[in-house]
């Protein structure tokens, strides 16, 4: 089966500039997250969909990030305005509803330079 | 809380060497743990998952209730093994995979 996709896989934008980034789950795939990955720590959630529904958005900084699952397959993670500790890789997630999290796959990421 | 913690943030040994990389979590209830291994530019990809008490890649992980921990081990260590590994807690309630901060292997030829 094809794997979860990201794009764009790198971005440099300015500090205050918007960044959108964007993924592509597993087909069927009804849970997707997106995760915050900054160099030295582990992956941080920031968002997750069950479908288009969010279900947990407790540490998104919602005064800048916001994401969008339209139609509860492909998603859209926004930063608007970016700061230089927005610098990090994002990853997306997608497993099966009601499985165990060994149908969990990540993208390879989009890694975001904020300069 | 839910917590994972991962207190080694590089770990060298040389070839051949016994490797145990330590994962202690903190959870209520009966917790489901894995590890994660990444290599350089490579996707975070699923290493094993302590239900399935399998050993993949010579790794191995015994979930030990008693002292919160999942540390992952291997008798001898080759220098593929060099990655970033990471413990993950999943919690049954929220669906949410929490992961530690990653412990990063080096195998020393």
């Known amino acids: 089966e094809a794997g979860v996709a990201q794009s764009p896989r790198y971005k440099i934008i300015e500090k205050r500039q918007s960044v959108a980034f964007w993924c592509n789950p597993i087909?069927?795939?009804?849970?997707l997250y997106w995760y915050q990955q900054i160099l030295g720590q582990g992956p941080k959630l920031l968002i997750q969909?069950?479908?288009?529904?969010?279900?947990?958005d407790s540490q998104l900084p919602k005064d800048r990030f916001s994401a969008e699952r339209l139609k509860g397959v492909d998603s859209t993670l926004k930063i608007q305005p970016a700061k230089l500790e927005d610098s990090a890789v994002y990853l997306c997630?997608?497993?099966?509803?009601?499985?165990?999290?060994?149908?969990?796959?990540f993208g390879s990421g989009t890694r975001l330079t904020v300069v | 809380a839910q917590r994972v913690t991962q207190p080694e943030k590089l770990l060298s040994v040389f070839k051949g060497a016994p490797v145990e990389l330590k994962c202690n979590y903190s959870?209520?209830?009966?917790?489901?743990l894995f590890w994660y291994v990444q290599y350089s530019r490579q996707r975070l990809q699923l290493l094993l998952r302590?239900?399935s008490r399998e050993s993949i890649k010579g790794f191995t992980a015994d979930l030990n209730k008693g002292e919160t921990s999942f540390h992952l081990k291997k008798p001898f260590a080759q220098e593929e093994d060099s990655a970033m590994y990471y413990c993950?807690?999943?919690?049954?309630?929220?669906?949410?995979?929490?992961f530690g901060q990653g412990t990063t292997l080096q195998v020393k030829p």
């Open positions: 997630a997608s497993s099966s509803a009601g499985r165990p999290p060994y149908g969990y796959t």
């Open positions: 302590h239900i």
């Open positions: 087909s069927g795939h009804a849970t």
């Open positions: 959870y209520s209830g009966s917790p489901e």
């Open positions: 993950a807690l999943h919690s049954s309630n929220t669906g949410k995979l929490i």
């Open positions: 969909f069950q479908n288009n529904g969010v279900v947990d």
